[in-house]
């Protein structure tokens, strides 16, 4: 089961479970994509059908970020003209989880939930590991430094004689 669908400017095909890098998405208060520019829909193997705006694709949004950066260089010749400019391209990362289409809906199987994970203690393992580095600098004779050898003193050379 997949779509089609048109979001951004841009057509898209989508199966529930996948995960697209939109332009970002204006989100419902509790996180949810619906796209209504449902292009085709495919129910079975080589059936692909033009829905009559029945069909309803949503999804949640992940998480919202900004794409690596790139650069736009304006340049003419011969005419001193430069221009530098960079440009971050804003995304939202959308999770397909439904499709529904002609009174049946296809849906993605449920992420399971992360559980938090206890932070470890490690306090106890660096006051041990202080202690231990301290023991050992103590425990190590000084090492003797080298006295630094007596700089030779340079007579000036006399220029030689001019014809």
């Given at each position: 089961m997949y779509a089609v669908i048109r979001a951004g400017g841009k057509q898209y095909r989508v199966a529930p479970g996948d995960v697209l890098r939109l332009e970002t998405q204006a989100a419902a208060s509790n996180g949810t994509v619906e796209f209504n520019d449902v292009l085709a829909v495919s129910a079975s193997e080589g059936q692909i059908a033009r829905p009559e705006s029945n069909a309803v694709v949503t999804g949640e949004?992940?998480?919202?970020?900004?794409?690596?950066k790139i650069l736009v260089f304006h340049y003419k010749k011969k005419k001193q003209y430069k221009k530098l400019?960079?440009?971050?391209?804003?995304?939202s990362s959308v999770r397909i989880t439904e499709i529904a289409f002609d009174g049946q809906k296809f849906s993605a199987p449920a992420l399971p939930k992360k559980e938090a994970k206890p932070k470890k203690v490690a306090s106890a393992k660096v006051e041990s590991r202080t202690e231990e580095k301290a023991e050992a600098k103590a425990a190590k004779p000084a090492a003797k430094k080298k006295a630094a050898a007596p700089k030779k003193s340079v007579a000036k050379k006399s220029p030689g004689k001019k014809k």
């Open positions: 949004i992940l998480n919202e970020g900004r794409a690596k400019n960079g440009h971050r391209q804003p995304f």
